[in-house]
């Protein structure tokens, strides 16, 4: 139930940007003949429009955009929720955000919680409220819901995330899974942060049945798969290991490994949730939503945060493809879809368990359906 005026479809105006679909087969003769081809990667079929728009729930306001597949007027597609990383604008994703949504996915994603900078990583800085960024997501899950979006389908909902974005995907969906059973279909969490606040770990096994997809990258020094945090804090001459502010900026209880980071959001998950972990092998934490590192958000991302992070530079192999954004693909047609193709490269035994692009084995907790 709206409690106040919801915006009449929500405000659409200005930064509208059509993107027309790119040829899935060109990407693919980039590719060295080693690497794994999947039927997912590339644009999807759709044309997409990307607007600004600002919405209203709750009595919350919120700003960010709104990608959406061009088709007829009265065609539904599946909603996504795209929540970001801390102090990482929603521009920054625009590449993972257009491909998914030329598969054919209305993509709500918001851009509030992303004002600060390399103060928010020293002791004393300000620091964003993850419970409340869990609130704005799980807000914006209710707003498609509701029919705020008329493309989305309100029974059709996903959450995804990177980083802030990717742990606050898994919190809300848990706390939607109390509040509003069966809301969310599916979960994709990419480097997700377990720092969040409610913490992931803790939260995940509340998710039941809802379909998990966890990735991470071995080259990630900043929300790793597991182990601790090596980034470094750079600010001109001043070099500190992010690891040793940990406790003070975000309390002793996280200690430097964000609480056993990403391998424990995926061993706490429950035993009846689909569930997968997939490392990937060539990423950092910031190339890891890209298909190559070369992208448009992914550049700003790089020079946005070299000003105060420092993040080791990982090479791909020659016409290499990172493997995050088309497994997404994968996952959702699997969800949303029941595509036959994507079950045998999840669950089958020559798909994903055979891409070298990732550290082998995958994780899963297998599903037969």
């Known amino acids: 139930m709206l409690a106040g005026a919801m915006l009449a479809g929500g405000a659409r105006a200005g930064s509208t940007r059509r993107f027309l679909q790119r040829d899935p087969a060109r990407m693919a003769e980039r590719v060295e003949s080693a690497e794994m081809i999947t039927p997912f990667r590339g644009a999807g079929p759709y044309d997409i429009v990307r607007e600004f728009y600002e919405w209203e729930y709750d009595n919350h306001t919120s700003r960010g955009y709104l990608f959406t597949p061009v088709a007829t007027p009265d065609k539904k597609f599946p909603a996504l929720v795209f929540g970001h990383g801390l102090c990482a604008k929603a521009d920054f994703y625009e590449h993972m955000t257009t491909v998914l949504s030329s598969w054919g996915y209305v993509v709500l994603v918001t851009n509030e919680f992303s004002e ?166 060539d990423a950092n934490h910031l190339t890891i939503v890209d298909s190559d590192g070369t992208h448009y958000g992914t550049k700003i991302a790089e020079e946005y945060f070299s000003r105060f992070l420092e993040f080791p530079k990982v090479d791909l192999r020659p016409g290499g493809i990172l493997p995050t954004i088309e497994y997404s693909v994968a996952w959702l047609e699997w969800v949303f879809r029941k595509d036959p193709q994507a079950f045998a490269l999840l669950w089958g035994d020559d798909g994903i368990v055979l891409d070298d692009r990732f550290v082998q084995p995958v994780s899963r907790a297998a599903t037969d359906s």
């Not at 020293?122 to 419970?131: D, K, V």
């Not at 939607?176 to 059973?181: K, N, Y």
């Not at 969310?184 to 803790?202: E, F, R």
């Open 116 to 281: 600060c900078d390399y103060t928010n990583f020293l002791p004393g800085g300000e620091q964003i409220n993850t419970t409340e960024y869990v609130g704005e997501l799980t807000r914006n899950a209710k707003y498609l819901a509701s029919g705020g979006v008329e493309e989305a389908n309100t029974s059709a909902i996903a959450m995804v995330g990177h980083s802030m974005g990717g742990g606050g995907s898994i919190s809300a969906a848990a706390m939607l899974e109390e509040s509003d059973p069966g809301l969310i279909k599916a979960v994709i969490a990419v480097a997700p942060w377990n720092g969040v606040q409610p913490m992931p770990s803790a939260q995940i096994p509340k998710l039941g049945k809802t379909p998990t997809l966890l990735i991470c990258s071995a080259g990630d020094s900043l929300v790793p798969c597991s182990g601790p945090v090596t980034t470094e804090i750079v600010v001109g001459s001043f070099r500190m290991p992010f690891a040793s502010v940990i406790p003070q900026i975000h309390g002793q209880h996280h200690g430097v490994d964000w609480n056993g980071g990403v391998l424990a959001i995926y061993e706490n998950a429950s035993e009846v949730t689909p569930a997968m972990l997939a490392v990937v092998r």
